[in-house]
């Protein structure tokens, strides 16, 4: 098996002679010099040498004839490398000797440096002029889940509670990294399509139980994180449930509030059932502080362009160890 394998490797490794004959031109050797650094496409190459494209382009096709160096396209450019075949290559101790024997070569490493620059500050430059509207602007592959789900992977597994669970979105999205999450919400038929939807995606680490943000069915000290997410402004007594998230916590446990901002959008008490019209940062950090936390933290982390412009309010605090 060793054997077949040795065979392959010879087999993809450029031809010595060829080798040989590609570097035996200085510009070409030049060329893979400057390849052995960066990917760079022909237009690049043409300032960095001062030739004509044709000239670059005869160079670039006899190293690639000779398996020196491969292309991929990007739009309507080509950037070149080097192969890099398994098990080496002898153009490798050919480019070591040749840095010291090309007069041209510590030119050239200066002139790429300055090319690789200027393709960087084009994306700066881009970036530049879209500052502030990254934001309000599309982006491709840019997503406020995609954001979520990499900072959940980031978190150690834990027991969670999410407190005014609802359908049981955010609980099933926290069971992807959690070790268990405890769900609570108040309707019986919220629950229960909680515990379907956990069914049919096959997640069987969360805990899905009926009860009140203000009596919680959890045990002192059961838990590592809470969670209310947009559901403390549907508490009767907000410093009651924030008094039984201090409690489940264990000695050292977080708490995270996500809710509204103090809004007048008095229709939002039939249209949404809200009980509250959010809480000012004072109020929120004033009623963390009354239940026992510690090093709270208070900002708006988002405000809605559309009338009436709600803004979301995330408040984080430490139970003490």
């Known amino acids: 098996m060793y054997q077949n394998q040795s065979r392959e490797s010879i087999r993809k490794m450029p031809s010595i002679v060829k080798t040989l004959r590609a570097a035996a031109d200085p510009n070409r050797l030049r060329i893979l010099l400057l390849l052995s650094g960066e990917e760079l496409s022909v237009a690049e190459l043409q300032e960095i040498l001062a030739m004509g494209q044709s000239t670059i382009s005869t160079h670039l096709s006899q190293l690639k004839q000779a398996g020196l160096v491969e292309d991929r396209r990007t739009g ?16 490798d101790e050919i480019l070591g000797r040749a840095k010291g024997e090309i007069p041209e070569a510590a030119a050239d490493q200066a002139s790429m440096r300055l090319v690789v620059r200027k393709r960087q500050d084009k994306m700066r430059s881009f970036f530049d002029s879209v500052a502030g509207r990254l934001g309000r602007d599309y982006v491709p ?137 959010g809480f000012s940062e004072a109020e929120l950090e004033t009623m963390l502080q009354k239940a026992g936390f510690r090093d709270v933290q208070t900002s708006v982390v988002h405000k809605e362009p559309e009338t009436p412009q709600f803004q979301t309010l995330l408040a984080v605090g430490d139970k003490p160890s």
């Open 76 to 91: 309507k450019s080509s950037f070149y490398h080097l192969t890099s075949p398994a098990g080496g290559s002898p153009l």
């Open 141 to 277: 592959g840019q997503s406020w889940k995609g954001v979520a789900e990499a900072l959940l992977r980031l978190m150690p597994p834990m027991v969670i509670a999410d407190l005014g669970t609802g359908d049981g979105t955010f609980a099933l999205l926290l069971a992807e990294r959690a070790t268990k999450v405890i769900a609570v919400d108040t309707s019986a038929k919220m629950i229960e399509f909680g515990r379907d939807q956990a069914l049919r995606h096959g997640v069987t680490n969360v805990e899905f139980r009926l009860g009140d943000m203000e009596e919680l069915p959890i045990a002192a000290a059961e838990v590592d994180l809470v969670f209310f997410s947009q559901s403390l402004h549907h508490a009767l007594h907000p410093e009651r449930a924030l008094a039984e998230a201090a409690r489940i916590l264990r000695p050292g446990g977080r708490i995270a509030v996500l809710d509204l901002v103090k809004h007048r959008f008095e229709e939002a008490r039939e249209l949404y059932a809200d009980e509250w019209l």
